[in-house]
């Protein structure tokens, strides 16, 4: 098992420019989500999902789409990219209880809007 | 909703020194609790977790957490810390709202241990 995979590793953006951001897990789970995480605020979540075709926003979605066709692949979409949006970026799937059961996490984006 | 602190965003000790991480959530009604450890330039692990019954729960690599219901804690213990054990730790509480449930992350604590 691959686990959670994420692609790219390393992103530069300019202002403006959109970019998908790519999550795959092999393990068959339900939920997946996306998490940013910014020095000292923790991880905060962006969009998560709870099976194919269903969707929801998190904390922090202004600026961000999802969608989930498949139970496997979950990509995040930026828009229009804004250095806000600089940031290590997680994508995470667990079994359906997410409150009950571990997320795996992938290595994770690290994201330079300049 | 759900919050979660954790008291001291960077702690230091010394090798084999205790390790005391400090975690107190805001849900009066006794929630699914984590400690995630998150070492350099990875992603997230779980250490260990609460759900139901031991509120003594052991981990992985010598950790241990115990779950306090009337001080709303879940703190993160290993009695003699190693060079290893430098990472990022995070507790998480579980949240549900509208039927989804959710987890909340508190803001982390750096771990340094010292020769």
């Known amino acids: 098992n691959a686990g959670v995979t994420q692609t790219p590793k390393f992103q530069v953006l300019k202002t403006g420019q959109s970019m998908t951001l790519q999550c795959a897990q092999d393990?068959?789970?339900?939920?997946m989500s996306w998490y940013r995480q910014d020095p000292g605020m923790g991880l905060r979540l962006i969009h998560y999902?709870?099976?194919?075709?269903?969707?929801d926003q998190g904390e922090v979605p202004n600026g961000y789409n999802v969608s989930r066709s498949t139970t496997e692949d979950f990509p995040l979409r930026l828009l229009s990219a804004a250095p806000s949006q600089t940031s290590v970026y997680f994508c995470?799937?667990?079994?359906?209880?997410?409150?009950?059961?571990?997320?795996?996490f992938g290595p994770g984006t690290r994201l330079t809007v300049t | 909703a759900q919050s979660v602190t954790q008291l001291g965003s960077h702690v230091s000790v010394s090798e084999g020194a205790l390790v005391l991480l400090r975690c107190n959530y805001s849900?009066?009604?006794?929630?699914?609790l984590f400690w995630y450890v998150q070492y350099p330039n990875q992603g997230l692990q779980l250490l260990l977790k609460y759900t139901t019954g031991a509120t003594l729960v052991k981990g992985i690599n010598g950790f241990e957490a115990e779950f306090k219901k009337s001080e709303t804690s879940f703190h993160l213990t290993k009695p003699s810390a190693h060079m290893s054990d430098a990472a990022e730790y995070f507790c998480?509480?579980?949240?549900?709202?509208?039927?989804?449930?959710?987890?909340?992350f508190g803001k982390g604590t750096k771990l340094t241990v010292n020769p």
């Open positions: 998480a509480v579980s949240e549900t709202q509208g039927g989804s449930e959710k987890l909340v």
């Open positions: 999902s709870v099976g194919a075709g269903i969707t």
């Open positions: 849900s009066s009604v006794p929630p699914y």
């Open positions: 995470a799937s667990s079994p359906l209880r997410v409150g009950r059961y571990e997320q795996y």
């Open positions: 393990m068959n789970h339900e939920y």
